[in-house]
C-alpha cells in the first residue's frame, strides 16, 4: 500500500496538465487570396507558408524584422540598413501620424 501511495504521490502534487498543449500549438489559415499562415496559438507570431503570388516583394524605405531580432531597412537594389532601436521607433511614429 506504501509503494502504490509513493507511486501516486508526484501525480498528486504535480498534477497532470502540461504545460504546452501535444495539439493545437500551431494553427494553419487560409485568406480569400489563397495565402497560407501559420500561427502560433501561444506566442502570436504567424508565419506565411504558402502565397500563390510567390513571396512578398520588399518595399523600399520600409522597416522589416531580422530573424536576428535586429530592425532593417530595405532601401532598394538589394540593400538593407541596420537600424538602431531609437531609428526604427522613429520610423513607427513617422508612420502612424500620417
Known amino acids: 500500500m506504501r509503494y502504490v501511495l509513493l507511486l501516486l ?10 504545460i504546452v498543449p501535444p495539439a493545437g500549438r500551431y494553427a494553419l489559415f487560409e485568406t480569400s487570396k489563397g495565402t497560407v499562415y501559420r500561427l502560433d496559438t501561444i506566442s502570436g507570431d504567424t508565419k ?16 522589416y524584422k531580422g530573424e536576428d531580432g535586429k530592425t532593417y531597412e530595405y532601401l532598394g537594389a538589394g540593400k538593407l540598413k541596420e537600424l538602431t532601436t531609437t531609428e526604427a521607433a522613429d520610423r513607427l511614429v513617422e508612420k502612424y501620424t500620417k
Not at 504521490?9 to 496538465?17: R, T, V
Not at 506565411?48 to 522597416?63: E, F, I
Open 9 to 18: 504521490l508526484p501525480f498528486a502534487i504535480c498534477g497532470c496538465n502540461q
Open 48 to 63: 506565411v507558408v504558402y502565397s500563390p503570388s510567390g513571396w512578398p516583394a520588399l518595399s523600399a524605405k520600409t522597416p
